[in-house]
């Protein structure tokens, strides 16, 4: 079984910036994909960012640019680093782990980005 657990998140201006973060216990393996994806009200869950434990990225094409993903996998880690917010990121953020080919997910933290 594996829990992730979400940190982070709130309440930005246009503009503004936000981290979330995200770390993850159980029986963990070391080759492993993490990252989040995002839910708005009335839309489906979407790809944010991904990030593999060997260190390839992948960004969607609306936040590349703004959005940066870090990981450390000693430590089951994960966080994403939000800049130059818009109002469209806002969402409830999922932090996800793929782990033994099984997909995990964490309870989610809320983004607004509003003036």
């Known amino acids: 079984q594996v829990q992730l657990v979400e940190s982070g998140g709130g309440l930005a201006q246009p503009g503004g910036s936000l981290t979330v973060s995200c770390t993850a216990f159980g029986v963990l393996n070391s080759n492993n994909v993490m990252g989040w994806y995002r839910q708005a009200p009335g839309k489906q869950r979407e790809l944010v960012a991904t990030i593999a434990s060997a260190g390839g990225t992948n960004y969607a094409n609306s936040v590349k640019g703004r959005f940066t993903i870090s990981g450390d996998n000693a430590k089951n880690t994960v966080a994403l680093q939000m800049n130059s917010l818009k109002p469209e990121d806002t969402a409830v953020y999922f932090c996800?782990?793929?782990?033994?080919?099984?997909?995990?997910w964490g309870q989610g933290t809320r983004v607004t980005v509003s003036a």
């Open positions: 996800y782990r793929n782990n033994y080919g099984t997909a995990y």
